[in-house]
């Protein structure tokens, strides 16, 4: 290794990159000490926390981070359990949840007792895809139709080329497929096992794009045209899925809302009503629900998920009726891209919290899915429910939210 302070100066000077310390350094961790000591020299910052972690950088470099310096850390909070009657999660649960939003934990945890005293909620996956959308620039209007009409024809032949690349995705179908003047939007829709899939997809969709420009001499413009759509809000993502599509209910008798909830089937279902529907729609929301973005970012943060995609997993619509007296109560979420391999989720403490949930590894993520949308369920009731009760801002007083 060379003198530190000689590296230093260096990244100082612009003579070396941050990228590059590694070449100057005996290991991973030399280097990442190096970079630190360089953003506190360059910041005035004392980075001492930053400088503690058990993660493995050197393996974390290898897919999931450049020019470490360190990690963040973030609370965990245990909610449950979280009794589930799902197709693939059956049982209770404990649920990791990496927040630093007071009141959060506590809420869902409510929730968890209201859906164990009513008996569980049962949860299903309606539908499972990933999707990349490029887009193709044709000379004209009607070449673009061509080119359309082209693509229809030859399912057969775009679905052998991508599904080449990979042993786990399967192509499932093209659609739409848009017009729009010259250009043309074709969205690919695969399956992609226990990964989420964005790479899988988007490698797929390139080989398959390789036949269409040998075949018709179309012009590719761009591998992804925002159709895809990939962690953007969106009316197509709310209407068509992606990710898992899931859906969990609920019927919780009425003396269950009223000793645990401190308020009535019918006061919840004016509420939804009035908020999360009415109040949704005059302020043009692509999510009809009150807090799904809390629990998918608590559970995102914790297990290692995409972090981005937090912004369609909130996605989604909550309904509460009053059903022969007693609340039935569901939430739907068309739109959560989910991994239990791959990504972040090599990470060590993200493997610790999927662990938790008996979800780590291949063959887990439909459990998970199960178990996310369930604890969707516990923290939308719970919050649901203190607002029909009056007692929000009471109870984020007493835990600490200002």
């Not at 393996?59 to 973030?74: F, L, S």
């Not at 979280?82 to 934990?105: D, F, I, R, W």
């Not at 569980?120 to 070449?143: F, H, L, N, Y």
């Not at 759509?229 to 209407?239: C, F, G, R, T």
Request: some cysteine; hydrophobic content about 40%.
């Amino acid at each position: 290794m060379e003198n530190k302070a000689e590296i230093i100066e260096k990244l100082i000077k612009g003579e070396l990159k941050l990228h590059q310390i590694e070449n100057y350094t005996n290991n991973v961790q030399e280097a990442v000490d190096v970079r630190r000591e360089f953003a506190e020299h360059f910041s005035g910052a004392n980075l001492n926390h930053i400088s503690n972690y058990s993660l493995d950088l050197s393996e974390a470099m290898k897919r999931n981070i450049e020019n470490p310096i360190g990690t963040v850390q973030i609370p965990v909070g245990l909610a449950g359990p979280l009794h589930l009657n799902g197709k693939y999660a059956q049982g209770a649960y404990y649920v990791p949840l990496a927040t630093s939003e007071g009141a959060l934990v506590a809420s869902i945890n409510r929730g968890c007792s209201v859906t164990r005293e009513a008996g569980g909620a049962t949860v299903r996956i309606i539908d499972d895809k990933m999707t990349r959308a490029p887009v193709i620039q044709a000379d004209s209007v009607s070449e673009a139709i061509k080119i359309k009409e082209w693509i229809e024809r030859h399912f057969i032949e775009l679905k052998e080329a991508a599904e080449s690349t990979t042993s786990h995705g399967r192509l499932l179908k093209i659609d739409p497929i848009i017009v729009v003047g010259r250009y043309v939007y074709p969205r690919f829709t695969f399956t992609t096992g226990d990964s989420m899939g964005m790479n899988m997809v988007t490698i797929a969709t390139d080989k398959a794009m390789d036949i269409l420009t040998r075949e018709t001499g179309a012009h590719v413009l761009a591998l992804s045209s925002n159709l895809c759509v990939d962690k953007k809000p969106s009316a197509m993502n709310l209407i068509e899925g992606r990710g898992k599509t899931v859906t969990a209910d609920i019927t919780i008798p009425r003396e269950v809302v009223e000793k645990k909830l401190k308020t009535t089937p019918e006061s919840i279902m004016e509420v939804n009503m009035a908020k999360n529907l009415i109040g949704s729609a005059i302020a043009g929301s692509m999510g009809f629900n009150a807090q799904y973005a809390n629990m998918i970012a608590a559970i995102f943060l914790a297990t290692g998920q995409d972090a981005a995609h937090v912004v369609e997993g909130s996605l989604g619509i909550t309904t509460a009726e009053v059903k022969n007296g007693d609340l039935h109560f569901s939430v739907t979420l068309p739109d959560l891209p989910l991994a239990t391999i791959g990504g972040g989720t090599r990470l060590e403490t993200a493997h610790d919290c999927l662990e938790i949930m008996d979800v780590a590894g291949s063959g887990k993520v439909n459990k998970f899915a199960e178990i996310v949308a369930g604890t969707v369920l516990a923290g939308e009731l719970s919050l649901m429910g203190a607002l029909a009760a009056g007692h929000l801002a009471r109870a984020h007083k007493t835990l600490g939210r200002g």
